[in-house]
């Protein structure tokens, strides 16, 4: 599920998360058969994602974020340690959007920061509403997209952004297979 080739030079391997969702389901007092009950994933398939025998696809490690109490880019930031100064190439590693090759996310700010970025690539659905504390800007590079915000919908296009305070309900999908879509927001809060 979502295997990828590890990188060259500058970390473009695809993140690895094991220990951060260990760490975490381990704070919240949960076994591996009470983690896979809420996030509908497999305790075999959980124990390789914590064992970094098997990288979860975008919409898995959102399932494993929501049941342990945190968020994916939390997950994902927690597997790289501090850096002062990060170069992400062009070329680094993705992780499948849906456990296929139709759409990925890429990390664009690795470790725990002030913000977080990310690039999505291809297709990406409605798949759940995001309601969080800190604001976040979505800058469409290439492609359609079509967003809600706060109950409003929006068609969006390269060039276009869509910004949205903290607080607000948004959602957004692709509308076609070559979209790329920038989303920057000010990082969660870290602890725990």
Do not use: K
């Amino acid at each position: 599920m979502g295997e990828a080739a590890d990188g060259g030079r500058d970390g473009a391997a695809v993140p690895q998360v094991g220990a951060a969702v260990r760490r975490r389901r381990r704070a919240r007092e949960l076994t591996l058969a009470e983690l896979a009950r809420r996030t509908g994933l497999s305790a075999p398939f959980l124990s390789q994602v914590e064992n970094d025998r098997a990288r979860p696809s975008m919409r898995s490690l959102q399932a494993i974020a929501d049941a342990l109490e945190t968020t994916a880019v939390r997950l994902l930031a927690a597997a790289d340690g501090p850096r002062t100064v990060d170069v992400v190439r062009a070329g680094s590693a993705a992780v499948p959007e849906d456990g296929d090759a139709r759409g990925s996310v890429r990390p664009l700010v690795r470790g725990r920061r002030q913000l977080h970025a990310l690039e999505f690539t291809g297709r990406h659905d409605w798949q759940r509403e995001f309601r969080h504390p800190h604001d976040e800007l979505m800058y469409v590079v290439e492609g359609a997209v079509e967003a809600e915000a706060d109950g409003r919908r929006y068609e969006l296009g390269p060039g276009d952004t869509l910004y949205c305070s903290g607080g607000v309900t948004h959602r957004w999908r692709a509308l076609g297979p070559d979209c790329r879509v920038l989303l920057v927001g000010v990082a969660d809060d870290f602890r725990g």
